[in-house]
DNA sequence: GGTAGACCTGGACGC
DNA sequence: GCGTCCAGGTCTACC
């Protein structure tokens, strides 16, 4: 089943995908060859489809192997919409954008969209699995809950395309993230010793359990009327999110009001503006106070002379 | 409110 | 192969 989604303009399919690392994190997976991106999709019935998407006039095409009720095809929809954050407007950030050469290619880039999980859930369990570690152990913690606990795609769901890439052998069984409910039943022990998040286990958990007894709803954040203060105050009660983690956080919400600063934000900062001399997160802050509400997106889309 | 130390893993390095 | 050091954010205890 295919279906085209048609976004607010400036849009750029591939500025989503490659916004930042989530496109590397299971159960996403970017073909370089076709520009299509794959995610295993758990629907609320329980179904596990693989949802393919590319780039298409004004929006995205998304291609799902087999037939789709019509709640089931509004479920996509909604969650695809949510990934690429089809509805949002950046108007207001381009205009600003456009007096500083470092961003002049933002609005022809169509950049400002963060590639998003389509539960909020899924999104707080990957940004505690960056903290306090390198993206390969991010990638490996993530990929060790999606294989151990996810839902596995069923054979007939996967497209005529991913059962080529399996037949090379380099596709082990796709799977889809696991729901709260399932994390929830099993231990921390296990997340800590056989899944590899370390310390981090407890935070993951704790999480899990309070999202699936319903204690915490964490799909209102994604449409939360809060001050954007206040939501970052409410992100940092759950255990494991702290100032960095939220404001990764709120910048996939859309509120982009805090830096995420991490000790790559003071390598690029200083390398730009301090001689590569040591400075702290108020040297960073001081850099993009005038971009007011808009500084997270002004910082993760400046075009660094630092390339590492 | 600010600070120090602990938490845990995996990679780099020296022997 | 083994041991040691280090990087990476957050939490807790303490001042």
């Keep these: 089943m295919n279906l085209t989604l048609s976004a607010r303009l400036p849009f750029s399919f591939l500025s989503v995908v490659n ?3 989530w496109v590397q994190l299971s159960p996403f997976r970017f073909d370089k060859e076709t520009e299509t991106l794959s995610y295993i999709f758990r629907l609320e019935s329980g179904r596990v489809v693989e949802l393919r998407l590319r780039s298409a006039a004004g929006g995205v095409r998304v291609e799902v192997a087999g037939a789709l009720s019509a709640a089931e095809c509004g479920e996509v929809k909604r969650a695809v919409a949510w990934m690429l954050g089809l509805d949002m407007d950046f108007s207001e950030f381009y205009a600003l954008a456009r007096d500083e050469l470092k961003l002049a290619q933002a609005e022809k880039k169509a950049q400002g969209r963060v590639l998003r999980s389509p539960t909020f859930f899924e999104d ?3 940004t505690i699995l960056t903290t306090n570690t390198l993206w390969g152990a991010t990638k490996r913690m993530t990929a060790n809950l999606v294989t151990q606990f ?3 795609l069923p054979t007939l769901n996967r497209s005529p395309d991913a059962e080529h890439t399996e037949a090379k052998g380099a596709d082990e069984g796709r799977r889809a993230f696991p729901t709260p409910q399932r994390l929830a039943g099993t231990t921390e022990a296990v997340l800590r010793a056989e899944t590899r998040l370390g310390y981090r286990a407890p935070y993951v958990h704790q999480l899990a359990v309070r999202a699936a007894s319903g204690e915490l709803d964490l799909e209102t ?3 939360s009327d809060l001050q954007t203060l206040e939501l970052r ?3 940092m009660k759950i255990k494991g999110i702290g100032a960095y983690a939220s404001a990764n956080l709120l910048m996939l919400l859309g509120r982009y009001d805090f830096l995420t600063i991490d000790t790559w934000a003071f390598k690029i900062v200083s390398h730009e503006w301090y001689g590569s001399q040591p400075i702290g997160p108020a040297e960073v802050e001081a850099r993009f106070e005038k971009w007011g509400k808009w500084k997270g997106l002004a910082y993760w889309f400046w075009d660094w002379s630092y390339k590492g």
Aim: charge should be positive.
């Design 150 to 152: 996810g839902e596995p």
């Design 19 to 21: 916004s930042h690392g």
């Design 124 to 126: 707080v369990v990957k």
């Design 221 to 223: 954040f994604k449409h």
């Design 233 to 235: 105050k409410q992100l």
